[in-house]
């Protein structure tokens, strides 16, 4: 069983966004509230999977509460769902260390698709997020030394294809599949990127791998 907690400041949607979660199966919407410091309390007595945060709140808002989620809850994963879909906005979630980004006006199978995303993978690429990650590997393409990174940072080969097929939304499973080798290799690789690169998961791994041209966006 999934073990999911809500923070939105709108009652209606949070209730909804419950009910919505639940209908998937094998879910369980352990508590909601409009408060990210009741939140904070909640997670020091209970065990959570995933919390589905919006950004905009009037007490702590969603990027105060990913920062100490981050910090003292590690093992949680972070989906944001929000309208606030600026890419200002989901370049500081990203850099908060967030597992994904969900918009509040996405189809509900697409969320189902998410949470799925993130129990098997660990992060989940929506459109949104898709476009802004575009937009920064052709920024970075155009303004910065492609080898600056590369030069400090060194990846293998296999590594690299690691990255590659995990931004094609690919398990671990099917990678290990694909490359012929076990599930627990291609789970060490990803530590041991996740380590050179400094990322808080394996989702900043990607964006760095993009923004760095270890890997590029088709």
């Not at 600026?86 to 918009?103: C, R, S």
């Not at 030069?151 to 990678?175: D, V």
Request: net charge negative; hydrophobic share 40%.
């Amino acid at each position: 069983m999934i073990k999911i907690a809500i923070v939105d400041d709108h009652q209606l949607f949070r209730k909804s966004l419950a009910l919505t979660l639940i209908s998937f199966g094998e879910i369980q919407v352990v508590f909601d509230t409009d408060d990210g410091a009741k939140m904070l309390d909640f997670l020091r007595e209970h065990t959570v999977d995933i919390v589905l945060i919006d950004l905009q709140m009037p007490r702590m808002d969603g990027f105060e509460l990913c920062s100490e989620i981050r910090k003292n809850f590690t093992k949680i994963k972070v989906l944001i769902v929000s309208q606030l879909t600026t890419k200002e906005a989901i370049h500081k979630v990203m850099e908060l260390g967030v597992n994904g980004f969900f918009t509040k006006n996405s189809p509900p199978e697409q969320l189902e698709q998410a949470i799925k995303s993130l129990v098997e993978k660990e992060y989940y690429f929506d459109i949104e997020l898709s476009s802004v990650l575009r937009e920064a590997y052709l920024w970075e393409k155009k303004f910065r030394d492609e080898n600056k990174f590369q030069g400090q940072i060194n990846l293998t080969r296999r590594e690299i294809e690691i990255l590659e097929l995990s931004s094609l939304e690919m398990s671990s499973k099917e990678i290990a599949e694909k490359l012929f080798i076990s599930v627990r290799t291609v789970e060490t690789h990803r530590v041991h990127i996740m380590e050179k690169t400094k990322s808080k998961n394996f989702i900043g791994c990607i964006v760095f791998a993009i923004k760095n041209h270890f890997i590029s966006i088709n």
